[in-house]
């Protein structure tokens, strides 16, 4: 019997793994400059933090967790997003009693959908996420869109669609909420059943229906931003100020609700417009979440932030063919031949790891030729080539595999002859 992974998972080998280090690197550094400091949280959590977090009435609480009992009869979820568990960790170490605010903190790692799988959507995923938690000022609603959009573009992303929304304040939301009960209502036997419910629970998720969206009610549903209140609307224009003062380029969708039930005020999500990138276009999507930290049991807190799978990242770059710099070289590969080597070459060996070189040598006891192989295989820079003949003169040969220039050089000066040689060629 042989094993298979499960549907909707992946297992990423080497030569693919580097692409995703890169991007993992490059949004470690980008945080570094914003000043977004990493936290971990745990894969699972209680399974009330995201019916209470994310919301009982979403696809993700309602049809895409992964949940179980513990043998301590303990109701327990594999985290489908990051938000949830982020507010819970700020809010049980009193992150917002800290003199330095607001708390800026990113995370990477595995989420859980139970969803059908199809390209750009996986059962398990990795998100790359930013929260702010603790302001309630648009420019840092700008700050964290710019920082997303700076990710995508400086690993070589161009065809990227930002689209933004303003979902209000609850007074604002309410009264659209009014109006959109007033307009379904109507046609409601003609939607179906998962919006009928909707209706009832959050007439919102209505506009986000897949299986609705080309009835002609959709086309003429109330806009969100007609009945935004003053205070919401400028909140709205000062984000896109500042958006602009970035120069970030974007468009307002009102349609756009997203799939969560935490947010108001700022709603966005970034696409892929590569040609032939595939039916789901979604790289990324975020928004503000104040009243979510209250909901979890801390203090009256504002948040916003965003996530992004890998995943769709990579696919995205793949539609756009850009190749990430994957650097494969070798510093050197020790070739040895006869067994009185051995010993000799592996203190070799173990000098030059220490000295911070990436070294590796043959333990297959290879035929000096197919050593040679893997070498170039591997684009080592330098060979070092040690056989008995050498051993009994105590040198060694070092081939520089660019030029094929070949030198000889005493065993105990190799180290430093091949660091100086490097540090010549970087
Ligand atoms: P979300 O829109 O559910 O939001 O997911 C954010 C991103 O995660 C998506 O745009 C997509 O890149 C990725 N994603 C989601 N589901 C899948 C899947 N099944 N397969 C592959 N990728 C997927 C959230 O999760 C919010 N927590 C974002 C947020 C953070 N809002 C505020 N702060």
């Known amino acids: 019997m042989s094993f298979q992974i499960p549907r909707g998972t992946q297992d990423i080998l080497p030569g693919e793994v580097e692409k995703w280090q890169i991007i993992e690197e490059k949004a470690k550094e980008l945080c570094r400059n914003y000043n977004y400091h990493e936290i971990r949280t745990p894969i699972f959590e209680h399974t009330e933090l995201f019916q209470r977090g994310v919301g009982d009435s979403t696809d ?28 819970r960790a700020y809010v049980q170490n009193k992150l917002y009693g800290e003199a330095q605010q607001p708390t800026k903190l990113y995370y990477i790692g595995p989420m859980f959908r139970y969803e059908r799988p199809q390209k750009g959507r996986n059962r398990q995923f990795v998100q790359f996420g930013i929260e ?25 992303l161009k065809h990227l669609k930002l689209v933004v929304n303003s979902l ?9 909420k009014d109006a959109l009960v007033k307009h379904f209502t109507p046609v409601i036997s003609e939607l179906c059943g998962d919006c009928q419910n909707r209706i009832e629970t959050n007439p919102l998720r209505i506009l986000d229906c897949k299986k609705d969206r080309d009835h002609e009610t959709m086309k003429t549903a109330p ?24 120069d970030v380029s974007y468009e307002v969708d009102p349609t756009l609700v997203r799939g969560l039930d935490y947010y108001n005020h ?27 930290v209250e909901d979890i049991g801390g203090p009256e807190t504002p948040g916003i932030g965003f996530a992004m799978s890998l995943e769709r990242f990579l696919l995205a770059l793949e539609a756009e063919q850009v190749e990430l710099p994957v650097q494969t070289v070798l510093d050197c590969y020790m070739i040895t031949l006869g067994e009185k ?12 790891r220490k000295a911070g070189l990436q070294v590796d040598r043959d333990y297959l006891d290879k035929k000096m030729k197919a050593q040679f192989k893997a070498a170039d295989r591997l684009n080592a820079r330098y060979v070092l080539v040690l056989g008995e003949d050498e051993l009994d003169k105590g040198v060694i040969n070092i081939k520089d595999m660019a030029s094929g220039v070949q030198v000889e050089v005493k065993i105990e000066e190799a180290k430093d002859y091949v660091l100086k040689q490097l540090e010549g060629g970087r």
Not at 64 to 87: H, I
Not at 342 to 351: V, W
């Open 266 to 292: 700022t709603a966005f999500e970034i696409m892929s417009e590569a040609p032939g990138f595939g039916a789901i276009t979604t790289l990324s999507g975020g928004g503000r979440y104040n009243g979510l």
């Open 341 to 352: 080597t051995k010993k000799q070459s592996i203190s070799l060996l173990n000098e030059l």
């Open 223 to 246: 806009s969100i931003l007609d009945y935004l209140n003053d205070e919401s609307r400028e909140f709205f224009e000062n984000v896109k100020s500042y958006l602009e003062e970035m």
């Open 132 to 156: 702010a938690l603790g302001s309630n000022d648009p420019a840092i609603d700008a700050e964290v869109i710019a920082l997303a959009m700076q990710l995508y573009q400086e690993l070589g």
């Open 60 to 87: 993700i609480v309602q049809k895409e967790m992964y949940t179980f009992k513990d043998r301590g009869d303990r109701n327990l979820t594999l985290r489908p997003e990051g938000t949830a568990s982020t507010v």
């Open 168 to 176: 209000g304040d609850k007074e604002s939301r309410q009264a659209h």
